[in-house]
């Protein structure tokens, strides 16, 4: 529900807020007096382009306020989280447009794009009239509708779900020929490059590992050398250290037989000659091993030079070298199989035609089910409405392929589909005797327009989701007892959605449950536009001013005290 509209500088409105109500909401005026300039203002909080045109002369800019109540509104709650804007049970919109052309977009007063204020829009208003956001008049929103009334969600989700998987498989088997394409013409240069990498067959450590055996071989003499030389001083050469502590040890013993304080020094001294024995072990056992062998060490440069010449073509080390083979060699083996892979997702995407086809196939009959229905009683609701020879009629139409893949199979034959199933939907309608029913979007009078809107909203009114339905100009070309009846059915409406209408006739607004006037007056040489909440007395007088002008007659008041049914509620 509408709660509150502000405009503020918009046209010849200097500044109104407005608290609309449940139910039925009539907005009257004379011609010329802003009605319309209200209803332009409300179109951008349905996400309409603005121009600043509309700023009113001597400001900066204009805003456009508006307070809906959305506590049960789950599709508006998924949309703001999905944007990650916190939901209330209330939703601020607001449009400024500025002179400046820093036009600003605000929901919840967070900052939004055009787009998001749109898509909200949609959620929320439906608005019938002079205006391009009619959506009825949209062919796309005729099958949404059908399916509303005939209830068919779950098997539309079922249906979505099971294109989603085909489209997964035909966009895969699509990657495939691609790659087929491109792997034929790369095929023999791959199979180059794997043998190339695998005449060196290098492994993951290897490099490291050689290039120390390498920095090993190339000082082999250096380490022979000095190993011999730190042997002959540790161990066999003449003054050598362990024999030096050796006789150390026996002289600490001499002295220990003295003063047994020196027999921990002599464990000490023991513990010295062992780890030179280790040392001298060691040395003993290297040195004896080195191999001095120009062939093996020409053997290792010429290894880590295949590795440097690998590197440098395949990614810069050994790692990226064996990654890229394994890459390449899954491509190869791809190439080879391409059409076994190709011929097993062809047969799951002929199977899951047939499955989506058969999902497809039980939701149209649901739809031709239920569209007699609706044809049956939209006529009688036109009839009602003064178009006493309509002819409407729902249009079920499906598409045969014969070439390319955009289809599913129903009943044998191929389809074109869309995210709705295989059927396309649109109304026609007649509305004079002995014409053709049209497309509903080339119905040319704006009368019968509003009349074909209200009907088509009063039957699918419980399977329509959108809360609130505004009129503008609902009356065109009509008048007297079919104003009667176009008042009755907006009330009608308005016990499921929150109406909001303009109109000039006193039989419409005479099933107002909340009555607003606008006024045009000049203030220091200024037009400026204004709407007010009738009471129960002004009410009277604006209805008796519909029915006789501005002179208003006792008769036309005691008309208009008819009209409101001595019922009017204290607002």
């Known amino acids: 529900m509408l709660k509150t509209l502000l405009i503020k500088d918009y046209a010849l409105i200097e500044s109104i807020e407005v608290e609309f109500g449940k139910g039925l909401n009539i907005i009257t005026g004379e011609t010329g007096a802003g009605k319309s300039i209200i209803i332009d203002a409300m179109s951008l909080l349905l996400g309409e382009r603005a121009s600043s045109d509309v700023i009113r002369k001597g400001t900066q800019k204009s805003i456009v306020e508006g307070i809906f109540e959305v506590a049960e509104n789950e599709k508006v709650k998924i949309l703001l989280e999905s944007n990650e804007i916190e939901f209330l049970n209330e939703l601020i919109i607001r449009r400024e447009i500025s002179l400046k052309g820093t036009n600003r977009c605000f929901i919840n007063d967070t900052p939004v794009t055009l787009n998001l204020i749109k898509e909200i829009g949609e959620l929320l208003v439906d608005l019938h009239g002079q205006h391009e956001h009619q959506s009825l008049l949209k062919t796309e929103t005729h099958i949404e509708l059908v399916d509303q009334f005939a209830g068919v969600s779950d098997l539309l989700n079922e249906y979505r779900n099971?294109?989603?998987?085909?489209?997964?498989?035909?966009?895969?088997?699509?990657?495939?020929?691609?790659k087929e394409i491109s792997l034929k013409e790369k095929k023999d240069f791959y199979e180059f490059q794997i043998k190339e990498i695998d005449a060196v067959s290098p492994k993951a450590d290897e490099e490291e590992l050689l290039e120390g055996e390498l920095r090993i071989k190339e000082n082999s003499e250096k380490l022979l050398s000095v190993t011999n030389e730190i042997f002959e001083e540790l161990y066999e050469g003449q003054s050598a250290i362990h024999d030096k502590l050796s006789e150390i040890k026996n002289k600490l013993s001499e002295l220990s037989q003295i003063d047994i304080s020196f027999k921990e020094k002599i464990l000490e001294c023991e513990s010295a000659i062992a780890n030179i024995n280790d040392v001298a072990s060691f040395l003993r056992s290297y040195k004896d091993g080195i191999d001095i062998n120009p062939d093996h060490l020409e053997e290792i440069r010429s290894r880590l030079h295949a590795f440097s010449h690998l590197k440098k073509k395949y990614g810069g080390s050994i790692k990226k070298v064996l990654e890229y083979r394994e890459n390449i060699g899954r491509e190869t083996e791809l190439a080879e199989n391409f059409k076994e892979n190709i011929s097993d997702l062809e047969k799951q995407i002929h199977k899951k035609r047939f499955s989506i086809g058969e999902i497809a196939k039980k939701i149209s009959i649901e739809r031709k089910s239920i569209s007699n229905k609706i044809k049956k009683e939209i006529e009688y609701s036109l009839k009602e409405l003064g178009i006493n020879d309509s002819v409407f009629k729902i249009i079920i139409k499906n598409e045969f392929v014969e070439y390319g893949e955009d289809y599913i199979i129903v009943d044998?034959?191929?389809?074109?589909?869309?995210?709705?199933?295989?059927?396309?939907i649109e109304f026609y309608i007649s509305t004079n005797a002995g014409e053709d029913p049209k497309p509903l979007i080339k119905v040319a009078s704006g009368g019968e327009i509003s009349r074909v809107m209200l009907a088509i909203k009063t039957i699918l009114a419980k399977s329509d989701k959108l809360p609130i339905l505004i009129f503008d100009e609902i009356d065109t070309g009509i008048s007297g007892r079919i104003a009667q009846k176009v008042g009755q059915s907006l009330k009608s409406l308005a016990v499921s959605h929150q109406i909001i209408a303009i109109t000039h006739l006193p039989q419409i607004a005479g099933f107002s449950d909340y009555h607003f006037s606008v006024e045009k007056k000049k203030i220091s040489d200024r037009v400026i536009s204004s709407i007010r909440l009738l009471n129960n007395e002004d009410r009277v007088k604006e209805v008796a001013k519909l029915i006789s002008g501005e002179?208003?007659?006792?008769?036309?008041?005691?008309?208009?005290?008819?009209?409101?049914?001595?019922?009017?509620?204290?607002?």
């Open 162 to 178: 099971e294109l989603g998987e085909l489209n997964k498989l035909i966009k895969e088997k699509n990657h495939l020929k691609e």
């Open 551 to 571: 002179n208003i007659s006792e008769a036309a008041i005691n008309g208009a005290k008819e009209l409101l049914g001595y019922s009017v509620i204290s607002k």
């Open 412 to 424: 044998n034959n191929n389809y074109h589909y869309n995210e709705n199933g295989y059927d396309d």
